[in-house]
């Protein structure tokens, strides 16, 4: 049975409605979003996999 999503958009998925990323022709990424505010959202929000299974590693989450 499939999940039924709620209609009502949190913060984060309306602020990324406008969000727009692009690789031009020289490889370079393009985006009308500044980079270290969009480092800062995936440091919240995603799980560095490369580090989980260090002893001394602690997801941003799990600091808050």
Known sequence: MAKKRNDEKNEDE???ESFDI???EFGEII???DL???NDFLNKN???KKFKDR?????????E
Not at 55 to 63: G, H, K, N, T, V
């Open 22 to 24: 692009r690789v031009n």
């Open 55 to 63: 002893p001394d590693y602690q997801a941003a989450s799990e600091e």
């Open 31 to 33: 985006t009308n979003v």
């Open 36 to 38: 270290e505010s969009l």
């Open 14 to 16: 309306a602020s990324l």
């Open 46 to 48: 995603v799980e560095d």
